[in-house]
């Protein structure tokens, strides 16, 4: 239900292009783990896959399921929430590995919190959190990076520019782009595979900021991992995120 939604209202809020290095969709049983940059990017990345036939469950944080009406759109489409900074938090991978198991593709979000900036910028994903590497060797699942770009152009910054971008971005009509890597295994150990799915994802991104015209920095040169604040919460460009990983 969500994917469908979000094919249909991702097309009025800008002009979304998607492109893979792949011609076929990722396999089922894939992660995919994507940047997190704004309160939009979700539903881009939905309304991205399902062109290509992919409807993925979303480990988003718990929170979402207190909010009316999209509660049970999560909890109707079998989504995986996470209760960070619980005991409880751990078994959102347990849930996650099942649904693999059961061929379903699984969409993560690396970072697991929004950037605490406000402006509309392209910038590289920040430092990635341990759980998609533990997931990833649990599950033996493949990792399929994917770079997002524009999504800024429609929502950033403090909570009344965010609700002015998407007011205006209908008429505004920003350049959304979606791009989809090869699948990766990662290796076995935590720290070098959390490193490599960075790595891969950053090189999505590169990729789809390029198709938008977006500078981006060269590589090495802005891409250290910044500070990271709480995981759970109210989503903004300048403030934690509601959708991640763990």
């Given amino acids: 239900m969500l994917s469908r ?3 249909a209202v991702v097309p009025s809020l800008g002009h979304l292009t998607v492109t893979s290095d792949h011609a076929t969709a990722p396999a ?6 994507a940047n ?9 990345v939905l309304a991205a896959l399902r062109r290509l ?3 993925p469950v979303v480990m988003a944080a718990a929170g979402l399921w207190r909010i009316p009406v999209l509660g049970r759109l999560l909890e109707r489409g079998g989504h995986v929430p996470v209760h960070r900074g619980t005991d409880r938090a751990a078994g959102a991978l347990s849930t996650a590995a099942l649904a693999l198991r059961d061929g379903r593709h699984l969409l993560i979000y690396g970072e697991g919190r929004l950037p605490c900036r406000t402006d509309a910028a392209e910038a590289p994903p920040e430092g990635f959190r341990s759980g998609l590497a533990r997931l990833a060797h649990a599950s033996g699942a493949p990792v399929v990076p994917l770079g997002q770009a524009g999504a800024r152009r429609v929502s950033s910054g403090p909570c009344v520019k965010q609700i002015s971008g998407f007011l205006t971005a209908p008429a505004r009509r920003p350049r959304l782009h979606v791009h989809i890597g090869a699948p990766l295994h990662l290796p076995a150990e935590v720290g070098a595979a959390t490193a490599a799915a960075r790595a891969a994802v950053t090189a999505a991104w590169r990729t789809a900021a390029h198709r938008i015209g977006e500078p981006v920095p060269i590589a090495g040169s802005a891409e250290q991992p910044r500070g990271r604040g709480p995981s759970s919460g109210p989503g903004s460009g300048s403030g934690p995120a509601r959708t991640g990983g763990l």
């Fill in 28 to 33: 089922a049983g894939s992660i995919i783990v």
């Fill in 53 to 55: 036939g992919v409807e």
């Fill in 5 to 7: 939604i979000a094919a």
């Fill in 36 to 44: 997190h940059t704004s309160l939009a990017d979700p539903g881009i």
